[in-house]
């Protein structure tokens, strides 16, 4: 296979991985009402952990489960675990579009704290930008408006965990791709397995809150499982400008699930958002790109 199309199936990986973390997304927001948030994690975490365990096993041997750095494991699998739960605690009240462009300062994030987690140097530009994309936040929330919720406090604390524990996958390049995508649901399934254990599991589940509820573990083990897939075959700097195609998933999902479309304001908003998280994505891409040749590097 060229190296074109390699590229090609990378992309084709990395975009479905979107629509799959999308669709848990929205299922998630869709069942939530019915199951409750504590099952939902639960259903997600287990789901995605069994369908790890093969996949692992296949690709990296009986040894998978080995890291070098377990403890760096765990706690990025523990941060993973807890942007699922304020995500969802989140959506419960705020539309799926414009919680999922709150979840989008990741990536500004990411540029703000690599000088603390990597030691890599931040530009002024570089925050010049991000504060830009911040003031999309305040378009989409608008404080001191009706339009004002508090749960949107909870998005964007879900949006600086979810920076870190992408900050400390950078950490993690000794360990087999396959060994990360088994501890990654790890902590989420025995803790809400605990809790669940602890309140008492429900007697009974209506048929199609069960298929919802075992479609949010597919969905996500089945989305990251692409991101890897992708990342084996192409740069993650050529193919993370694309997760932002995801805000165009959660906007129709909004509208086809709940009927929701965000307002003018907010889509602007979402619209400053996008534009810093890529200026941030395709100049920190460029200037990896030109730091080899400063150093003297092949």
């Known amino acids: 296979m060229s190296q074109t199309q390699q590229l090609r199936l990378a992309l084709l990986l990395f975009v479905g991985s979107g629509l799959c973390l999308s669709g848990l997304d929205g299922v998630g927001k869709l069942v939530l009402s019915e199951s409750g948030l504590l099952l939902l994690v639960w259903s997600r975490y287990v789901g995605h952990l069994l369908l790890s365990i093969?996949?692992?096993?296949?690709?990296?041997?009986?040894?998978?489960?080995?890291?070098?750095?377990?403890?760096?494991?765990?706690?990025?699998?523990?941060?993973?675990?807890?942007?699922?739960?304020?995500?969802?605690?989140?959506?419960?009240?705020?539309?799926?579009?414009?919680?999922?462009?709150?979840?989008?300062?990741?990536?500004?994030?990411?540029?703000?704290?690599?000088?603390?987690?990597?030691?890599?140097?931040?530009a002024k530009s570089d925050k010049w930008i991000?504060?830009?994309?911040?003031?999309?936040?305040?378009?989409?929330?608008?404080?001191g408006t009706d339009v004002f919720h508090p749960a949107a406090i909870l998005v964007m604390a879900m949006a600086l965990a979810n920076a870190v524990y992408q900050l400390l996958t950078r950490k993690l390049t000794q360990d087999s791709a396959f060994t990360t995508l088994f501890f990654s649901p790890l902590v989420g399934a025995v803790v809400s397995s605990a809790l669940l254990a602890y309140q008492g599991f429900p007697e009974t589940i209506p048929v199609q809150s069960a298929v919802l509820l075992s479609a949010t573990g597919i969905l996500g083990g089945l989305g990251h499982l692409l991101i890897i897939l992708s990342f084996y075959r192409a740069p993650p700097a050529s193919l993370t400008p694309f997760v932002y195609l995801q805000m165009i998933w959660a906007i129709a999902l909004g509208w086809l699930l709940f009927g929701q479309?965000?307002?003018?304001?907010?889509?602007?908003?979402?619209?400053?958002?996008?534009?810093?998280?890529?200026?941030?994505?395709?100049?920190?891409?460029?200037?990896?790109r030109i730091e080899p040749q400063l150093s003297g590097k092949p």
């Open 54 to 122: 093969p996949i692992a096993y296949a690709f990296a041997g009986p040894r998978f489960f080995v890291s070098a750095r377990p403890g760096l494991q765990l706690v990025r699998s523990l941060l993973m675990a807890l942007t699922t739960l304020l995500f969802f605690a989140a959506v419960q009240w705020l539309p799926l579009a414009e919680a999922s462009a709150l979840a989008f300062t990741a990536p500004i994030w990411v540029a703000l704290l690599s000088w603390k987690v990597l030691g890599e140097s931040v």
């Open 261 to 288: 479309l965000p307002d003018a304001i907010a889509l602007i908003g979402m619209a400053v958002i996008v534009s810093a998280g890529l200026w941030l994505i395709l100049h920190r891409r460029r200037a990896l």
């Open 130 to 143: 991000a504060a830009i994309g911040f003031s999309g936040v305040l378009l989409i929330v608008r404080p």
